[in-house]
C-alpha cells in the first residue's frame, strides 16, 4: 500500500512511519517545508504540500492508496504558525476529490469524546490550555461528516493520554464514548496507536465515522 502521510514529523506520524515500514508498506511523508525538516527513515522522502490547501493536498496525493493526516495544530520548531484543523479538513477533502483518492485516515483528538453524556471538552475538569486544540478538532470531525461524502474518511481519537511508550499491539475500540481500564485511567502510548492506524488502513471497518482506542 503507498501511504501519504502530512505530518510525518511529529510524534504520532512518526510511529505510524515506523508501523507502516514493518509492514512492508510505503509511505511518503508530507511536511510544510522539507528544507528543515529531517525523514524519520532513510525510506521515506520528504514531499512539500500544506493540508489546508486543497490545490497541494491534491498533487501531493495523487497515485495514493491512502492519505493519512497527521498534523499538530500547534506551531512547529522552526516557527511555522499552527495550522487551522478546520482548513485541513476542507482541504484534505476537497484535495482528495480531485486526486480520485478515496481513503483518508485522521489523527483526531480525544476531547469531543463522550463521559457521562458530555464531552470531555465541555466538563468542568478539561485543561483549560487545550481547549481550543479540542473544540477546533471538534469542529473538524463535524466537516468530515458533513462534507465528507464520496471519501472513505476515518477519524481516529486516542484516549485521554496519549504517550511514548512500548508497541504491544493490544488496544480496544470504542465509537463516542471514552474508553477507560478498570481504575478509571484512559491513555494508549504513540506505538499502539499506530498499530491501530495501519491495522484500520489494512482491514477497515470504520469508514465514514469515528472510533476511538485505549488499553
Not at 476529490?97 to 485522521?106: E, F, I, Q, T
Not at 481516529?156 to 477507560?180: C, K, M, Q, V
Request: charged share 25%; net charge positive.
Amino acid at each position: 500500500m503507498k501511504i501519504v502521510l502530512f505530518g510525518a514529523t511529529g510524534n504520532v506520524g512518526q510511529r505510524i512511519v515506523a508501523e507502516a515500514l514493518s509492514r512492508g508498506h510505503e509511505v511518503v511523508g508530507i511536511v510544510r517545508d522539507p528544507s528543515v525538516a529531517k525523514s524519520p527513515d532513510p525510506r521515506v522522502k520528504l514531499a512539500r504540500a500544506d493540508a489546508t490547501d486543497e490545490s497541494t493536498v491534491a498533487g501531493a496525493v495523487k497515485g495514493a492508496d491512502a492519505v493519512v493526516c497527521a498534523i499538530s495544530p500547534r506551531p512547529n520548531q522552526q516557527g511555522l504558525a499552527a495550522p487551522s484543523l478546520i482548513k485541513a479538513a476542507r482541504g484534505l477533502i476537497g484535495g482528495l476529490k480531485r486526486a480520485n483518492v478515496k481513503r483518508l485516515l485522521v489523527v483526531g483528538g480525544a476531547g469531543t469524546l463522550k463521559a457521562s453524556g458530555k464531552r470531555l471538552v465541555d466538563l468542568p475538569t478539561f485543561p483549560p490550555e487545550y481547549k481550543p486544540e479540542a473544540l477546533a478538532q471538534g469542529e473538524a470531525l463535524e466537516i468530515y461528516r458533513a462534507e465528507g461524502a464520496g471519501l472513505d474518511w476515518t477519524y481516529l481519537s486516542p484516549a485521554a493520554e496519549i504517550g511514548p511508550g512500548r508497541r504491544t499491539g493490544n488496544y480496544r475500540t470504542t465509537g463516542d464514548e471514552l474508553l477507560a481500564d478498570a481504575q478509571g485511567k484512559s491513555y494508549i502510548t504513540f506505538e499502539d496507536y499506530a498499530v491501530a492506524v495501519i491495522d484500520e488502513l489494512e482491514k477497515p471497518k470504520n469508514v465514514q465515522k469515528r472510533f476511538g482506542v485505549a488499553y
